[in-house]
């Protein structure tokens, strides 16, 4: 049977639009179940916990549970990596943080393509670090560190929650820009480094700002600089790495991924509700407590900004010479 022309075409433009009024009845009807984030540190350390306060805020937005499931281990990896496993279909998600970017290089031996396999959903915040040293430590000012340290090449003991951490990183980018000689010593995370600190044991960190702010206000530890462009509204006082030093920025990053493949307006949805939630008030306020600054975007200014840390910490990370297997 031969159809009419103007039936043929009207039956071809719906078969046509057929996909994308599935990918928006999939979109609208998203999330269909309980949806999980996984976090790859144990629970209580920073990222999982302002993970939590946005999760709460989804959940409350989309009318399904958004449940935080920690999977610590490999620096991050073993959470990403069943991320990547996972269908593309918003129902498993990954807390991104700047451990991502660095493992990119950091670990030889990776099943996975962090950049390639996982889609940006949505920035959360920026976290400034605080460049710590002990009160013993003959130098009141940034400035007079690095004058301290390069007559010193060698003599200062730089503590570090770990090798291929941040707060290592960090460091090592200091170092690389400021051509300073510091001795690295790693710890089993920031706690035990932070006591070593307190204690003379080591003369200098860059820690998280939330982990050491008590510290810096009772006096155990003095703060030279944070490592942002800009100065933190929790410690006005206190100038910034880049007064001295021009281009110097680290610190800590969260953010939302999704495996590669998922439809577009979930992502959509998703980065909606984050840009949302951190808008929100009571959220933002619990963020900066946190020691952060929210950073709303759209995936695609995630995906430049995951591009760019990517890059900068691979240098640092050839530079520094750390390898994890």
Not at 96 to 118: C, H, K, P, Q
Not at 165 to 180: A, N, R
Not at 251 to 261: E, F, L, N, S, W
Not at 284 to 302: A, I, Q
Request: proline residues 7%; hydrophobic residues 45%; aromatic residues 6%.
């Amino acid at each position: 049977m031969k159809l009419p022309r103007r039936t043929f075409l009207h039956l071809a433009a719906g078969a046509a639009a057929l996909p994308s009024v599935s990918r928006v009845a999939w979109a609208q009807s998203y999330p269909a179940r309980p949806v999980r984030i996984l976090v790859g540190f144990a629970a209580g350390q920073a990222i999982d916990i302002l993970v939590r306060i946005v999760a709460q805020s989804l959940s409350d937005q989309l009318g399904q549970q958004f449940v935080i499931e920690n999977r610590p281990g490999a620096g991050g990896n073993l959470a990403a990596e069943v991320v990547v496993r996972s269908p593309p279909d918003g129902h498993t998600l990954l807390a991104v943080g700047m451990n991502n970017m660095i493992n990119a290089t950091l670990y030889e031996r990776l099943s996975f393509n962090f950049i390639r396999d996982i889609a940006p959903v949505a920035s959360i915040l920026r976290a400034p670090q605080v460049m710590l040293v002990n009160p013993s430590v003959p130098a009141r000012t940034m400035s007079e560190f690095i004058t301290y340290a390069k007559a010193n090449p060698g003599k200062i003991n730089m503590a570090s929650a770990g090798v291929g951490s941040p707060t290592h990183l960090s460091g090592e980018l200091f170092k690389m820009m400021t051509g300073i000689n510091m001795l690295h010593v790693p710890y089993r995370g920031s706690p035990a480094a932070l006591t070593d600190l307190i204690a003379g044991q080591v003369q200098v960190m860059f820690d998280n700002v939330a982990s050491s702010l008590e510290h810096i206000r009772t006096g155990r530890l003095r703060a030279l600089a944070v490592t942002t462009t800009t100065r933190w509204e929790g410690l006005p006082d206190i100038p910034t790495v880049s007064d001295v030093v021009p281009g110097f920025e680290t610190g800590g990053m969260a953010g939302i991924g999704a495996p590669k493949g998922t439809p577009p307006d979930i992502v959509g949805k998703l980065n909606k509700g984050i840009n949302s939630a951190i808008a929100d008030v009571k959220v933002k306020t619990r963020l900066v407590e946190l020691g952060g600054t929210v950073l709303p975007g759209s995936p695609g200014d995630f995906e430049k900004l995951i591009a760019v840390e990517t890059e900068k910490w691979a240098k640092v990370v050839k530079f520094s010479g750390a390898k994890v297997e």
